[in-house]
């Protein structure tokens, strides 16, 4: 059973808290979020957001990730990770809970 939450790999730490510097003194972090289309039916948004009301926050070393209460249900258990490489630079999701995704990855299904 994968573990409740959002957990964040050091990769992923160290480029939030490279993309929001000041996310330790306030509510300030990468807010993931779960939203409808794509060929499989659902994809992945992320923004540099505020934490708002019902909002859920997960933190490690500083680094905060914000995700609202129904994108909490797609995502819970997930691996935020980060990657640089020379074929892809970006944050990755391991989420337990898809069951299918599109050719192109940048969908998926549960």
């Not at 300030?28 to 926050?57: A, E, F, N, P, T």
């Amino acid at each position: 059973m994968p573990a409740a939450g959002i957990q964040l790999s050091d990769s992923a730490v160290q480029k939030i808290l490279a993309l929001c510097p000041d996310a330790a003194l306030g509510d300030k972090g990468l807010r993931v979020k779960v939203v409808g289309g794509g060929c499989s039916g659902l994809s992945y948004k992320m923004d540099l957001d505020q934490k708002r009301d019902g909002d859920r926050v997960f933190e490690r070393d500083g680094a905060r990730v914000i995700v609202d209460r129904k994108s909490f249900l797609y995502l819970n258990g997930t691996e935020l990770d980060y990657s640089d490489d020379l074929m892809h630079a970006g944050f990755n999701l391991r989420n337990p809970n898809v069951k299918r995704s599109c050719g192109c990855g940048a969908s998926f299904g549960v």
